[in-house]
């Protein structure tokens, strides 16, 4: 090239693919050649990491779970967040079928039922995930709060016409108080009652009654005034 010499071409033009260069770097194909929905038809097990868009913001590090005995519904986990960000019914996930379903994200496939608030879910931001185990058809989340280990499984009920989302946590020992963001509650008029061994919230938007219970009488429910609906451990 330094002498002025036209340089010799590496590689021929591949014919099969650009015709000799007519069509360019993509040959004479176009995206439609490129549309395959088989992902969807896909079998895809309990859960599926990618990256979710959800109401409640953008989770780069999703892992979406299939939740109830029929998997009939699904929740959101942000593991770079610790915060279970949505859930919703009626459907797991729907993939584009542009580039076979790897150029988009995934998109919440059914009604939303749920969401919580952009950003860590636990006041501890020292907040580590360590990973997940099935158990059965159920997946069990695994992660540190500072010093406390937590496991938490997501799952839902579904009495007759009823969706009752649950989340079991398991917190190992630790001398510090935390507090813990479960969803958004998107209304003033919240109630919140307290018995023996349980703490509730309800509140109701439209035909639409949202009731949030806490089974255990050591841990406190509070409404923050952002809205959110959160636990006091």
């Given at each position: ?27 004479n194909?176009?995206?439609n ?13 309990p ?43 009626g459907?797991?996930?729907?993939k ?19 969401d919580?608030?952009?950003g860590?879910?636990?006041?501890n ?23 406390m280990?937590?496991l938490?499984?997501p ?29 958004n509650?998107k209304?003033n ?11 509730q ?27 959110l ?5």
């Open positions: 090239i330094s002498s002025g010499a036209t340089p010799q071409k590496v590689l021929p033009p591949n014919v099969g693919l650009d015709q000799g260069g007519k069509f360019g770097h993509w040959g194909e176009s995206e050649d490129w549309v395959d929905d088989r992902w969807n038809k896909m079998e895809s097990g859960f599926l990491s990618s990256s979710l868009q959800t109401p409640a913001g953008l989770a780069l590090k999703s892992i979406a779970i299939r939740v109830g005995d029929r998997g009939e519904g699904a929740v959101c986990f942000d593991a770079g967040h610790l915060n279970l960000k949505a859930g919703w019914v459907g797991f996930l729907q584009s079928p542009k580039r076979f379903g790897i150029i988009e994200m995934p998109r919440l496939a059914g009604e939303l039922a749920f919580s608030a952009e860590p879910a636990w006041d931001a020292n907040a580590q995930y360590r990973g997940l185990y099935l158990h059965g058809s159920r997946v069990v989340l695994s992660y540190a709060v500072g010093n280990p937590v938490d499984q799952w839902l009920e579904s009495p007759t016409d009823l969706s009752i989302f649950t989340r079991t946590l398991e917190l190992g020992p630790t001398p510090a108080t935390h507090r813990l963001t479960l969803l509650a209304t008029n919240v109630t919140l009652t307290s018995g023996a061994t349980w703490t919230a309800l509140w109701q938007e439209g035909p639409k009654i949202t009731v949030v219970r806490v089974s255990d009488a050591k841990v406190e429910l509070v409404r923050l005034d952002s809205g609906l959160a636990a006091t451990f």
